[in-house]
C-alpha cells in the first residue's frame, strides 16, 4: 500500500494529474453546490406547498379517528392538530342557512397562515396563533350576505348560541375542499360538545394534522399507511392541490435540468485530462512492463491512483460546494424574503460518487488500453487496439453518462432525454465542424497565407470544436431555460390569471351574471357543469369496491363534474382523437382519470345524472394544465348530448382589487357560490418565482465552472501546442504573427462551437419545454446569436490566455519541454 502512495506522490508532479484533481474538484463543487441549493429550493417549495394542507402529513377518515395516530405523532416529536368538518345549519332570527361547519383544535394551523378580517369590507389580519373564543364563531363573508348580519350578531348552530365575531378571509387547508358550497363557519373544538351537532348520523370529515421534522413525518406515514382502515387515507398534494403539486414538479424539472448541464461540463473536462494524462504515462508503463511487471498489477498500480484522485476530489470539492451553495442560498433569501431549510447531507454522497463515476466511466477505457499495449508499441508512441470492443468502451461511457445524470437529476425521463440530446448534439458538432474546418483549410491553401490559421490539419481543432460547442451548449442552453423556458412558465400564469371560481350559477341566472361583470369590465365565460357518478364502463358495472387503487376507489364512489362544449380549453391538450368543432360526438376524457379508472379511446362510458343515463363512447383524451386556474374537466360531453338534464354553471374570473364585487354579486345572485383561490395563484406564482431566482444563482456558477473547464481543456493540449510553436518560430514566425495564429484559430473556433452549441441549444429548448414542462415551442434566434459572440470572445480570451506564456520562450526550451 506504501508503495502504490509513493507512486502516486511522483504522479503529482506531473501537471495533467494535477489538472485531473483541479477538473474533479471543479466538477464536484458544480454537482454538490447544485445539488444542496436544488435540494433546499425544493424543501422550501414542498414546504410551502404543505402550508396549503395545514400540515406536513394529513390523515383524514369519515369516522373518528383513534387516539391512538395522535400519540403516535407526538412520540415521533410532531406537532398535531384536530379537525372536524361536516354541514350544518345557522340561523339568525328566522333567517336559515347552510354552512361548511369547521371545528379546530387550539394548535390549529401547524402550517399556513390563518387570516381574518373585522368586517366584510375590511382588510385582512394575519390570526395565526388565534383561534375564535369561547363562545364565538369566524365564519366567510357570504355567510354574513346570506343572513344579512354585520360582525358582532348572535347566531344559533345547534343547541348554543354563538357571536359572529369576524370574517373568515384564509384557511391554509381550504385546498382540500376547494367547491364546498356551503359558507366556512370556524369553530374551537371545546365548543363542539355543547351543540349536540355532531351525532354518527352526521356526514363529517375527521382529520389530524401532523408537522415536524421529515424523518419522524416519513416514518409516521409509513406506519399508518401499512395500519389504514378502508375508511382512513393519508391526504397529499397530488390529490389534494393538482395545480400546486402540478408547479412543483414542473419546478423540480427546472432545477434538475439545470443541475444537470453542470454534469455534462464535468464529463468534458475529465474526458480530456484523464487522456492526456495516461497519455504522459506511456513511458512509465512501457518501463515497468519490460521489466516484468503483469498487466493487472499495472491495471491496480494506475486505478488506484486514480481512485485516490477522485476521493481527494470528491471530499474538497463537496466542502466547497457547501460552501458555495450557503453564499447562493443567502443572495436568493435576499429576493425570497425567507431563509431556506438546512441542507441534508445526501448531496455529499452524491458528489463523492460523481467523481468515482466521472473517473472510471471516462479514464478506464484509456487505461485499459494503456495496459493492453505492448512495451515496443508503447515505446513507439502507439496505442493498440483494445481487446475490448470499440462499442463495449462506448457502452462503458454512455452507462458512465446516465449514471452521472439520473444520479443527479432523480428524474429518469429527464436524464434519458437529456442524454439521447448530447449524443445528438455531439453527433452532429462533430460532422459539422468536420465540413466546416475543411472549408476553411481550402480557404487557407488558396490564399496561401501562413497568418491563416490552418484549422484543419488536425483533429485537435475538431475536437476542441465539439468540447467547446459542448460546453457552449450547456451554458447556452441553461440560459434558455432561465430566460425563455420561465419567462412562458410565467405567461402561462398572468398576472390576471383567476383568483375566484364561481360555481351554482342557476341557468336563468347566467346571462343576468355575465352582464353584471362585463358592466365591471371583468371577462368570464360560463361552462355548464352536470353531476354524473360513473356507473359503467363497456357495459361492465364499475363496483369501487374491487378497485385496488383507493384514489381510484374514492373516484368511483363520487359523482363527476361533467360538461358539453365545443370550444377546446386553452388550458388543455389534444393527446389522442378528434376535438367536437370535427363533427365528433362522443366524450373528451382527461388522462389521468382514464388511466386511474382504467378506460381510454374506444371505451363506452355510463353515467347517472340524477336518475338518466348517459352513455357515450371516448373519441378524445386531453391532459390538463391543472395550475391555469381555468375550469378544467375530467369528462367533457360533445354539445348538444346531454339534452335537458338538470345543469348549472360555473366559471372562473380575476377581480384582483375589486374583492369587494363578491359582496354585492351575492346579493344580486344569491345562489351563485364565489370561491376564493388567490391563495394557490399566490402560491404557484411565489413557486415560479423562487425557481426563477434559483436558476438565475445556478447560471451564475455554472459560468464559472464553464470557464474553467474550458480552461482545463486548452490546458491537456498544452503540451502539444509547445512543439507547434516551437517548430512555428524555427520557421521564422515572429511574435506579432504567432499572437495573431492564437487569436485568429480560437476566435474562429470559438465563433463556430457558439453558432453550434446555440443551434442546438434552441432545438432542445423547444423539446424540453415541449415534452417536459407543457409549454409551447417558439422559435428564438438570440440564442444564436449569442452562442456565437460568446463563443468568440469566450474562447479567444481563454485560449491566448493559456498560451500567452509559450510566445517569450526560446524554441529549443520548447522542444526540450
Given at each position: 500500500?506504501s508503495?502504490?502512495?509513493?507512486?502516486?506522490?511522483?504522479?503529482?508532479?506531473?501537471?495533467e494529474?494535477?489538472?485531473?484533481?483541479?477538473?474533479?474538484?471543479?466538477?464536484?463543487?458544480?454537482v454538490?453546490?447544485?445539488?444542496?441549493?436544488?435540494?433546499?429550493?425544493?424543501?422550501?417549495?414542498?414546504?410551502?406547498?404543505r402550508?396549503?394542507?395545514?400540515?406536513?402529513?394529513?390523515?383524514?377518515?369519515?369516522?373518528?379517528?383513534?387516539?391512538?395516530?395522535?400519540?403516535?405523532?407526538?412520540?415521533?416529536?410532531?406537532?398535531?392538530?384536530?379537525?372536524?368538518?361536516?354541514?350544518?345549519?345557522?340561523?339568525?332570527?328566522?333567517?336559515?342557512?347552510l354552512?361548511?361547519?369547521?371545528?379546530?383544535?387550539?394548535n390549529?394551523?401547524?402550517?399556513?397562515?390563518?387570516?381574518?378580517?373585522?368586517?366584510?369590507d375590511?382588510?385582512?389580519?394575519?390570526?395565526?396563533?388565534?383561534l375564535?373564543a369561547?363562545?364565538?364563531?369566524w365564519?366567510?363573508?357570504?355567510?354574513?350576505?346570506?343572513?344579512?348580519?354585520?360582525?358582532g350578531?348572535?347566531v344559533?348552530?345547534?343547541?348554543?348560541?354563538?357571536?359572529?365575531?369576524?370574517?373568515?378571509?384564509?384557511?391554509?387547508?381550504r385546498?382540500?375542499?376547494?367547491?364546498?358550497?356551503?359558507?366556512v363557519?370556524?369553530?374551537?373544538?371545546?365548543?363542539?360538545?355543547?351543540?349536540g351537532?355532531l351525532?354518527?348520523?352526521?356526514?363529517?370529515?375527521?382529520?389530524?394534522?401532523?408537522?415536524?421534522?421529515?424523518?419522524?413525518?416519513?416514518?409516521?406515514?409509513?406506519?399508518?399507511?401499512?395500519?389504514?382502515?378502508?375508511?382512513?387515507?393519508?391526504?397529499?398534494?397530488d390529490?389534494?392541490?393538482?395545480?400546486?403539486?402540478?408547479?412543483?414538479?414542473?419546478?423540480?424539472?427546472?432545477?434538475?435540468?439545470?443541475?444537470?448541464l453542470?454534469?455534462?461540463?464535468?464529463?468534458?473536462?475529465?474526458?480530456?485530462?484523464?487522456?492526456?494524462?495516461l497519455?504522459r504515462?506511456?513511458?512509465?508503463?512501457?518501463?515497468?512492463?519490460?521489466?516484468?511487471?503483469?498487466?493487472?498489477?499495472?491495471?491496480?498500480?494506475?486505478?488506484?491512483?486514480?481512485?485516490?484522485t477522485?476521493?481527494?476530489?470528491?471530499v474538497?470539492?463537496?466542502?466547497?460546494?457547501?460552501?458555495?451553495?450557503?453564499?447562493?442560498?443567502?443572495?436568493?433569501?435576499?429576493?425570497v424574503?425567507?431563509?431556506?431549510?438546512?441542507?441534508?447531507?445526501?448531496?455529499?454522497?452524491?458528489?463523492?460518487?460523481?467523481a468515482?463515476?466521472?473517473?472510471?466511466?471516462?479514464?478506464?477505457?484509456?487505461?485499459?488500453r494503456?495496459?493492453?499495449?505492448?512495451?515496443?508499441?508503447?515505446?513507439?508512441?502507439a496505442?493498440?487496439?483494445?481487446?475490448?470492443?470499440?462499442?463495449?468502451?462506448?457502452?462503458?461511457?454512455?452507462?458512465?453518462v446516465?449514471g452521472?445524470?439520473?444520479?443527479?437529476?432523480?428524474?429518469?425521463?429527464?436524464?434519458?432525454?437529456l442524454?439521447?440530446?448530447?449524443?445528438?448534439?455531439?453527433?452532429?458538432?462533430w460532422?459539422?465542424?468536420v465540413?466546416?474546418?475543411?472549408?476553411?483549410?481550402?480557404?487557407?491553401?488558396?490564399?496561401q497565407?501562413?497568418?491563416?490559421?490552418?484549422?484543419?490539419?488536425?483533429?485537435?481543432a475538431?475536437?476542441?470544436?465539439?468540447?467547446f460547442?459542448?460546453?457552449?451548449?450547456?451554458?447556452?442552453l441553461?440560459?434558455?431555460?432561465?430566460?425563455?423556458?420561465?419567462?412562458?412558465?410565467?405567461?402561462?400564469?398572468?398576472?390576471?390569471?383567476?383568483?375566484?371560481?364561481?360555481?351554482?350559477?342557476?341557468?336563468?341566472e347566467?346571462?343576468?351574471?355575465?352582464?353584471?361583470?362585463?358592466?365591471h369590465?371583468?371577462?368570464?365565460?360560463?361552462?355548464?357543469?352536470?353531476?354524473?357518478?360513473?356507473v359503467?364502463?363497456?357495459?361492465?358495472?364499475v363496483?369501487?369496491?374491487?378497485?385496488?387503487?383507493?384514489?381510484?376507489?374514492?373516484?368511483?364512489?363520487?359523482?363527476?363534474?361533467?360538461?358539453?362544449?365545443?370550444?377546446?380549453?386553452?388550458s388543455?391538450?389534444?393527446?389522442?382523437g378528434?376535438?367536437?368543432?370535427?363533427?365528433?360526438?362522443?366524450?373528451?376524457?382527461?388522462?389521468?382519470?382514464g388511466?386511474?379508472?382504467?378506460?381510454?379511446?374506444?371505451?363506452?362510458?355510463?353515467?347517472?345524472?340524477?336518475?338518466?343515463?348517459?352513455?357515450?363512447?371516448?373519441?378524445?383524451?386531453?391532459e390538463?394544465?391543472?395550475d391555469?386556474?381555468?375550469?378544467?374537466?375530467?369528462?367533457?360531453?360533445?354539445?348538444?348530448?346531454?339534452?335537458?338534464?338538470?345543469?348549472?354553471?360555473?366559471?372562473?374570473?380575476?377581480?384582483?382589487?375589486?374583492k369587494?364585487?363578491?359582496?354585492d354579486?351575492?346579493?344580486?345572485?344569491?345562489?351563485?357560490?364565489a370561491?376564493?383561490?388567490g391563495?394557490?395563484?399566490?402560491?404557484?406564482?411565489?413557486l415560479?418565482?423562487?425557481?426563477?431566482m434559483?436558476?438565475?444563482?445556478?447560471?451564475?456558477?455554472t459560468?464559472?465552472?464553464g470557464?474553467?473547464?474550458?480552461?482545463?481543456?486548452?490546458?491537456?493540449?498544452?503540451a502539444?501546442?509547445?512543439?507547434e510553436?516551437?517548430?512555428?518560430?524555427?520557421?521564422g514566425?515572429?511574435?506579432?504573427?504567432?499572437r495573431?495564429?492564437?487569436w485568429?484559430e480560437?476566435?474562429?473556433?470559438?465563433?463556430?462551437?457558439?453558432?453550434?452549441?446555440?443551434?442546438?441549444?434552441?432545438?432542445?429548448?423547444?423539446?424540453?419545454?415541449?415534452?417536459?414542462?407543457?409549454?409551447d415551442?417558439?422559435?428564438n434566434l438570440?440564442?444564436?446569436?449569442?452562442?456565437?459572440?460568446?463563443?468568440?470572445?469566450?474562447?479567444?480570451?481563454?485560449?491566448?490566455?493559456?498560451?500567452?506564456?509559450?510566445?517569450?520562450?526560446?524554441?529549443?526550451?520548447?522542444?526540450?519541454a
Open positions: 500500500m508503495l502504490l502512495f509513493r507512486h502516486w506522490q511522483q504522479r503529482w508532479r506531473m501537471p494529474l494535477r489538472l485531473l484533481l483541479l477538473a474533479l474538484i471543479v466538477s464536484v463543487t458544480a454538490t453546490a447544485v445539488s444542496f441549493f436544488t435540494s433546499r429550493v425544493e424543501n422550501a417549495m414542498q414546504g410551502q406547498a402550508q396549503l394542507l395545514g400540515g406536513d402529513l394529513v390523515l383524514s377518515s369519515a369516522r373518528p379517528l383513534d387516539n391512538a395516530y395522535l400519540k403516535r405523532g407526538q412520540a415521533l416529536g410532531l406537532e398535531t392538530a384536530e379537525t372536524i368538518s361536516f354541514p350544518s345549519m345557522v340561523s339568525h332570527g328566522d333567517k336559515l342557512q354552512s361548511q361547519l369547521k371545528v379546530v383544535s387550539n390549529y394551523p401547524l402550517r399556513g397562515d390563518l387570516k381574518t378580517a373585522a368586517t366584510p375590511a382588510p385582512e389580519t394575519l390570526a395565526t396563533g388565534q375564535p369561547r363562545g364565538e364563531i365564519a366567510e363573508a357570504r355567510l354574513f350576505a346570506e343572513l344579512g348580519v354585520q360582525a350578531a348572535e344559533m348552530l345547534g343547541r348554543s348560541t354563538f357571536r359572529l365575531a369576524r370574517v373568515l378571509t384564509q384557511e391554509p387547508d385546498s382540500s375542499n376547494l367547491f364546498q358550497l356551503a359558507p363557519v370556524l369553530m374551537n373544538l371545546d365548543d363542539l360538545p355543547a351543540t351537532l351525532t354518527p348520523a352526521s356526514r363529517a370529515s375527521f382529520n389530524y394534522l401532523f408537522a415536524g421534522d421529515g424523518g419522524a413525518v416519513r416514518q409516521l406515514r409509513k406506519t399508518l399507511e401499512a395500519e389504514l382502515k378502508p375508511t382512513e387515507r393519508i391526504r397529499t398534494l390529490e389534494d392541490l393538482s395545480s400546486v403539486q402540478q408547479t412543483l414538479q414542473r419546478s423540480g424539472r427546472f432545477l434538475g435540468l439545470a443541475a444537470l453542470s454534469v455534462v461540463l464535468a464529463g468534458a473536462a475529465v474526458a480530456l485530462t484523464s487522456t492526456s494524462l497519455r504515462e506511456l513511458s512509465a508503463v512501457a518501463v515497468l512492463k519490460a521489466m516484468g511487471m503483469s498487466r493487472k498489477r499495472v491495471l491496480f498500480d494506475h486505478a488506484f491512483s486514480l481512485l485516490l477522485a476521493v481527494l476530489a470528491g474538497v470539492g463537496t466542502v466547497l460546494g457547501l460552501v458555495v451553495q450557503f453564499g447562493l442560498a443567502a443572495w436568493l433569501s435576499q429576493f424574503g425567507e431563509d431556506l431549510p438546512a441542507p441534508s447531507l445526501l448531496p455529499a454522497l452524491t458528489g463523492l460518487l460523481t468515482v463515476i466521472l473517473l472510471l466511466g471516462f479514464a478506464l477505457p484509456q487505461l485499459l494503456l495496459v493492453d499495449t505492448s512495451p515496443m508499441q508503447i515505446l513507439q508512441g496505442l493498440q487496439r483494445p481487446h475490448q470492443s470499440v462499442w463495449v468502451v462506448l457502452a462503458s461511457l454512455l452507462v458512465a446516465f452521472l445524470l439520473w444520479l443527479q437529476a432523480q428524474d429518469l425521463q429527464l436524464a434519458a432525454m442524454l439521447a440530446g448530447l449524443l445528438v448534439g455531439i453527433g452532429l458538432f460532422a459539422l465542424s465540413a466546416a474546418l475543411r472549408l476553411m483549410q481550402a480557404v487557407g491553401r488558396k490564399w497565407s501562413r497568418w491563416i490559421p490552418s484549422l484543419g490539419r488536425s483533429r485537435r475538431v475536437l476542441l470544436v465539439v468540447v460547442a459542448t460546453g457552449l451548449f450547456s451554458l447556452l441553461l440560459t434558455t431555460v432561465r430566460t425563455d423556458l420561465l419567462d412562458r412558465w410565467q405567461e402561462a400564469l398572468p398576472a390576471d390569471a383567476p383568483d375566484h371560481f364561481l360555481i351554482n350559477i342557476q341557468p336563468a347566467a346571462r343576468s351574471l355575465e352582464q353584471f361583470f362585463a358592466q369590465s371583468i371577462k368570464t365565460s360560463l361552462y355548464p357543469m352536470i353531476r354524473g357518478r360513473l359503467e364502463i363497456n357495459g361492465a358495472p363496483n369501487p369496491d374491487k378497485l385496488e387503487n383507493p384514489r381510484a376507489q374514492r373516484l368511483a364512489e363520487r359523482e363527476f363534474n361533467l360538461s358539453s362544449f365545443s370550444e377546446f380549453p386553452a388543455n391538450a389534444l393527446l389522442e378528434k376535438w367536437f368543432d370535427q363533427g365528433v360526438a362522443g366524450f373528451s376524457i382527461e388522462k389521468g382519470i388511466e386511474t379508472l382504467h378506460f381510454g379511446m374506444g371505451d363506452r362510458l355510463t353515467f347517472d345524472i340524477a336518475g338518466q343515463r348517459l352513455s357515450d363512447t371516448v373519441t378524445s383524451v386531453r390538463v394544465r391543472w391555469s386556474m381555468q375550469p378544467n374537466f375530467f369528462v367533457i360531453a360533445a354539445p348538444g348530448s346531454l339534452g335537458e338534464m338538470p345543469s348549472t354553471y360555473i366559471t372562473s374570473i380575476h377581480l384582483g382589487a375589486k369587494a364585487l363578491v359582496t354579486m351575492i346579493r344580486q345572485f344569491p345562489s351563485v357560490t370561491i376564493d383561490v391563495a394557490i395563484v399566490g402560491q404557484v406564482r411565489s415560479i418565482a423562487q425557481v426563477s434559483a436558476v438565475q444563482g445556478i447560471f451564475v456558477f459560468l464559472i465552472a470557464v474553467v473547464v474550458l480552461i482545463a481543456a486548452l490546458q491537456s493540449q498544452k502539444e501546442r509547445r512543439r510553436i516551437a517548430i512555428l518560430k524555427s520557421l514566425a515572429g511574435r506579432a504573427e504567432l495573431w495564429r492564437i485568429g480560437f476566435l474562429l473556433l470559438g465563433a463556430l462551437a457558439g453558432v453550434l452549441a446555440g443551434l442546438l441549444a434552441l432545438t432542445a429548448g423547444n423539446l424540453f419545454g415541449y415534452y417536459l414542462f407543457d409549454l415551442m417558439k422559435l438570440l440564442p444564436l446569436l449569442v452562442g456565437g459572440v460568446a463563443g468568440s470572445l469566450l474562447v479567444g480570451v481563454a485560449g491566448y490566455w493559456n498560451l500567452r506564456g509559450l510566445l517569450n520562450v526560446l524554441p529549443m526550451s520548447l522542444l526540450k
